[in-house]
């Protein structure tokens, strides 16, 4: 169960309204990797959690973090998109070259849809999908998300924070930055912990089932061998890499059956 | 430029046809973390990489590699399509229950839209999303991405493995096991490089500019305190992780400014 | 079955190209509630229908008239298109600040793909979905439905009113703008002649089955009571409102069973 | 901002396991109509809300109160996934019959991409989209969404009362039927004095714009005239309702100018 | 403008209920190539038609036929939907086989969701999506997707005619089969009469810009030559094709400029 | 299996950065008809492929010469992107109007989310779907939608040809220009094979089964008869042609019986 507070986590007030701004930031609400990614990761990972209660804990707690910061960020684009050129009549030939390359460059969807607020978009204005997240069960699995989510959100934040000169954005993106080094820092320990204890590779217990030859060679299935110096070495699950010169083909060209005369209703693939 | 070898890389055999098992695979072929997600995600990445030339030829390698898994579990799927019973006339209240079965539990597409062949899909028939993938031009933020896709891949194949006794799927599924333990290794081996050379915290350089005092800390929020064990010592980056008992507003309730008329269309909502 | 007249219903020239504003027209041509939505809600719930003959009639034509609509905009669309600047072959770094505006402000496809032609998809070029619409089989939740759908789509045609001076559009937009009008008219008197027959909750008949003593309590879920004075007096079924000064947690803390060990594959989440 | 706190709003646990069930549940969860679209309906609706503070608590409050019933019928999932085949290994046509049936109507991702857990899509295995929902910036049009919502969500919670005799089920839907009943009352209460206030057409200001002399008609779209008696009367916004016997076409058939030759590149259609 | 007949194109009445004949049924209504695609895009392309009024006038003709074509489809699955075994309240593992062969078969959403009628879905339930057609402006290009439609949707058609023996479907199926040839025909038709009149390639016009050493030969991209004795004698456009043993790489390895530092972060890729 | 060779196909050198083109060139990449749609579209068909190995072998080298033209356009894109105006601080309104325009017309995810990469994904940012394409295993009806797709992509192609005069971007889309020249050569040549050995109309043998009193006739949906004299003649499988006046209803007015009480819970609609 939760509970609101009307206090916002951190504070989303810009200097001064820029609904191209406003475009740019759904991509860390709505996007792939936005903000709506990780609140809702986070608690479909907690609510599924079979196993340590610690960890359920835990990600409950940063998956309602998170909630908050969906909220901030809400909060900040409502703002940018005040005095938006909404009420803007001539047709952008024939318009002041300021006001239309801000029509230009804003989501319409703003104006039309939403009335000056957020949506559950990125900033192409495509909306957020369920598909974006997972929550496998396996819990080093998921932490490795977690932690790939972090890096690919707080990356996209930086890249925004240069993107602007209004202090009142950087403030909060500055804030976001440094949630984001906590939350990397915290999932990189758990999958470090769960390393140690189950082993490194995911899922721990198939060793034995796969074709251990090929477990740990590269092939190279390119002209050249610029890659080689990459793979070398004793691999984190302590066994050593191997570079393979050459692709193997294990098996010989497949020859499909033919099908049953209805269903491919051409002569020569049919039975 | 990418040239075709006729022979798979591994065998594609099923002992026998079993049209549930190949709607089964479709999740590891057209799901969200199956193998046209790694193709499509190592290619974009090796063609988008400005920085370091074997890490692109490294990626570029392993994507061509994947293009050949693709092809590889698509005839697997056709193969175990083949007596699927697509001519099977009789409602289902009537049917012999093994055929009813059977009709309940394979992808209708693969007989009505693919004529027993695999489809670009995952399990439940919704069609694969560029949306799956990512190349950031970040590598570490990357490669983090890659080491989670094998993590959530291999974790899918091995709970497949679990699921069949056909050994011709096992052997398979046996091979993939194997590939994603190395490819599991080769992308934490580059994090890790990349870690020690540029620093744990994605991106690098943003330190300065965030709110250094909230960025090791751990917020309570919720009731109790179960997540506390797991958040100490001493965090990745090297600093100390600190447990905040409870969460803190840093600001105030947020009030937006009333939008112009024609927006909102209500007295209380308008300027 | 259907004819068509080669007549529009309506007038959809304007006075001068824009292309800016065909992009704008696409929000209420295939977007979430345009004009396809509409159109294909209201044929799906009349082909549907299984109850009183004159619903199902109404309902059917009154998407027969949708169907003009789609094809009253798609028009207007591929005027506004005319003379875009789809052969302008400077870099918009050099262009004409004008031309550049315009260039920004359209949509591509309507140039790359459509060949200066409405598409089925909104103002951000996403493609209209079957996810936008319903035909539930009750009477009463579809035309709360369908009086959302026009309530929505007369927002957002009042918008794009206000942001263009265009006569020959905006006078296809005060078209819409009364058919809009009607169609809230008729969906919300239907509602009120079902809810006087039924009841006022959908569905009609699942009053002894519910908890009746959480039926008509607000929460408190927030710090402070605002809401407080909004929940006040009788409720449209004839029940007192409640005012529940906090929330209750009817149940304990959910403590998920163990999985199979092949399925999570680590030691604490498995039986 | 917000807290979580750890007990359930409502009781979680069925009787038994029961796959099937399971996934029918993700309706409600994922789907269209599910609690992930009123949740985060109402918190967009909530943070974007630039009007009567009151109503923006009163959202928010609801909005928090959905999260916890995701967090309810997720639960719910996870436990009826408790037992469910994963580990059959047989063909479906060698199989026990009741296995066979389980394994074809469960959803292959539960066992598969989530390890017997809820996943953010629909009964079919559709991911949520973002595009389920709107927060318009006008009120009266946004509470006829959310009555809407809860009418056509109550629908299918009554329709999956109907499916099962497990009695932990029954209740948690149970419980979920009374909530419903009280959220469409609220938004219908909210919908009238808005209504009252600001007129009942949304919205509120456009009337003097309109081409009023078809503001109130309905044009019969079909042969026969079976919907006639459903149009007749005062309309909700006081003016009588008109039936037209035959639409009118007010405009002639649309021509469409010639475009230019390396759009269309064939002679009839260009310049 | 539209005008609706009450009456159906041709009878939609099958012999006994059969919802899973109902499920399948949805791929020819709301998938790929299904009814609602050829309807939107004939539609589309008659409204966005910008040469020869007769093309406009007979691709409109057949759009609206189409209209009635999804009714008729439509009318056919809710009557297949008639009895499903929607009340049936036990778990599947303790049904009767038939009844849970039917429940596993059929698509959830028929009853949760449609309350036994159709939805704008595919066989998968997957929403129709307007990324399935295309209206492009050349008139050519677009009679060829034309045929190509009708030829997949035929296929579907064929194929679902033999996976039933109930004759009410049947001969509905009959009936789509030769509507679909004459369709197949008429585009057949004048694609040839435009190959005779603009020329064999789409678009007419662009033969002088292009690379015309490689515009008629074949590149073997893979080992071995079986593909030789399809690419001989002379190509519909009247040139000779040419066989290229192998492919050809016009250009060298390709390396990018590094980015800006804040864009990359890592030193490699940076300038 | 596949191997990469590091050379590029073609050059892809743009002669100045321009990320305005870069963002349309995604059309041709990740669009419906982009090059990622006919690369998977071929290897699927060909991996799918039951019949005449000729044929598979032909698809596949097709299919693997497209995965060149995926990366050749990628790295057009990401050259194009050099230079973005990525770190602009300026609010849209008070910038230079050359910088704003560009800004407004490039697309956001270029700089935030691939860090000056290109995406999978179409020129307003919609990802890239496995619906796009087909793969129905009967070969003609399959080598048409193959026309097709080279019908409509190198219709954009030509249409981006002119909308730019950047000498390098030409020389590459002049090199595809050529492909997709041969492209719809030898997929007609073969389409026109198979019509000679099967049959013109797809699927070939369905002729006996289906309503042949109408599979030859225009039904006249509209007023006027401008379509007649497009339907004249003996249509290509050889029947001649035939025109109805006024479209024909073969049966009545549907009715659908009333459903069970708890699925419509209103009195009217129900049993």
Known sequence: MFIHKKELQFQSKPDRPDPVMARKLQEILGGQWGEMSVMNMYLFQGWNARGDQRYKDLVLDIGTEEIGHVEMIATMIARLLDDAP????????????????????????????AGLGATPRDSNGVPWSGAYITASGNLLADVRLNLTAESQGRLQVSRLYHMTDDKGVKDMLAFLLARDTYHQNIWAKIAKDLEEKNGFVVPANMGEFEVTDVNHIHYNFSEGDDSKSVVEGIAPDGEPFEYGDKPVAFAEKPILNPGPPNMHATKDATK
């Open 86 to 113: 909404v009420n803007h009549k001539e047709a952008a030939y024939e318009s002041d070259p300021a006001i239309a390359a801000v029509m230009g460059g804003m989501d319409p969807q703003h104006a039309i849809v």
